[in-house]
């Protein structure tokens, strides 16, 4: 498949006359308790918050897209759903309601508003989804491609108050039985001298033949970020992700030893294509629950240029199998985040054995994303 694909015009079932309006706004939230122990270099959440919301078709059918929650908060995301956005879509196809959307996206890149990108990202991707389910094919064929395999790293090794060194090599080690061949973990949040043992212990403990991410949630200064990269540059780590504000990649790029990934919370293309032009970035990361949604996602695509494209996910199943089918779609998209701690509940409900090695992931054949929640 041509990888410049994404720059074409998608075909909309509404076009073919089909009969695909919009009856109803859902939204179900979930709270999942998180051990008080864990944290990253930013915080430690005692719980996650996931808001996934669907549109009812007046077939009954549903679309399911998830809205990012970190720093917002489900009641937030409920009153501008309510409010704002859920009365506005009610008769109007799936492929009209991601136009009105789009507007509402405009509106929340101009007011630097993240509690209305989040939202208007989570019904994007839930009309995606019910016009796929409506026309009875897979997501990723909606958006003109065959399925294809998708490579998923493995997401850990955060901070555990309870747990040291050998427990951290047990937990890595475990995810490369589990069929994975690239693992990525938490830095920043320790002494420079003990994050750089941390990284050394997961390196022996994975061997030299998979793939070793470290991510720093932004919290490092640039001197500090430089630093690192630097200390642990022979530790054949594949990217630093998120090593310091985005504002500050200029003047870490001028001197950083290890390919840069970022950044999960960028709302909408013009922001990825502030980092891509001046070369800030050796990886685009972005989040199909905040960017946007697919639509917008779409057209991050056109500005990545040749760069590799690594999906965030650190929620529910419902973003990670939205992630596998958008990912399938597009062969600029190299990964996607298969988190090991946050994420909720996949092997619930698409069974335990879904990867197989190197890392490699079916999406569903099933319409649309391949889940859905049952009735109420």
């Not at 950044?263 to 293309?269: F, Q, T």
Request: charged share 25%.
């Amino acid at each position: 498949m041509d990888k410049n694909r994404a720059a074409g015009r998608i075909p909309s079932l509404a076009e073919s006359g089909a009969e695909l309006n919009i009856q109803s706004i859902h939204l179900h939230p979930f709270v999942q308790p998180l051990p008080k122990t864990l944290r990253n270099a930013r915080k430690r959440p005692h719980k996650k918050e996931m808001l996934n919301v669907s549109v009812e078709l007046s077939s009954g059918i549903r679309g399911y897209g998830e809205c990012w929650t970190a720093g917002i908060g489900i009641e937030a995301l409920d009153k501008i759903l309510r409010s704002k956005l859920s009365t506005d879509l009610e008769s109007l196809s799936p492929a009209e309601a991601r136009e009105h959307l789009r507007k509402g996206l405009s509106e929340a890149i101009d007011n630097n508003d993240n509690v209305l990108a989040a939202a208007v990202s989570g019904l994007d991707c839930a009309c995606w989804d019910a016009e796929a389910k409506a026309a009875g094919i897979p997501l990723c064929e909606l958006l003109g491609a065959k399925r294809r395999d998708v490579y998923c790293y493995a997401s850990g090794g955060l901070y555990d108050d309870e747990q040291g060194i050998e427990e951290l090599k047990n937990e890595v080690r475990g995810y490369v039985r589990q069929g994975f061949d690239a693992v990525k973990i938490k830095v920043a949040g320790l002494p420079m001298d003990d994050d750089m043992a941390r990284v050394q212990a997961v390196r022996e403990a994975i061997g030299p033949d998979v793939k070793l991410m470290v991510d720093a949630n932004t919290v490092y200064s640039v001197e500090n970020a430089r630093s690192f990269a630097h200390a642990i540059n022979d530790r054949d780590i594949y990217w630093f992700e998120e090593p310091c504000p985005e504002t500050a990649l200029a003047e870490l790029c001028s001197d950083c030893d290890l390919p840069i990934c970022g950044y999960e919370r960028l709302v909408g293309k013009n922001s990825i294509s502030d980092l891509v032009e001046p070369g800030h970035l050796d990886f685009i990361q972005f989040d199909l629950s905040m960017c946007g949604g697919i639509t917008e996602a779409i057209e991050i695509l056109n500005v990545t240029g040749d760069l590799p494209v690594t999906l965030h996910g650190a929620s529910s199943v419902f973003l990670f199998m939205t992630n596998l089918q958008f990912a399938s779609a597009f062969d600029q998209i190299e990964s996607i985040e298969f988190h090991k701690v946050h994420q909720w509940p996949v092997q619930g409900i698409v069974g335990p054995d879904i990867v197989r090695r190197p890392g490699l992931v079916s999406p569903s054949g099933k319409a649309g994303i391949g889940v859905s929640l049952p009735s109420n």
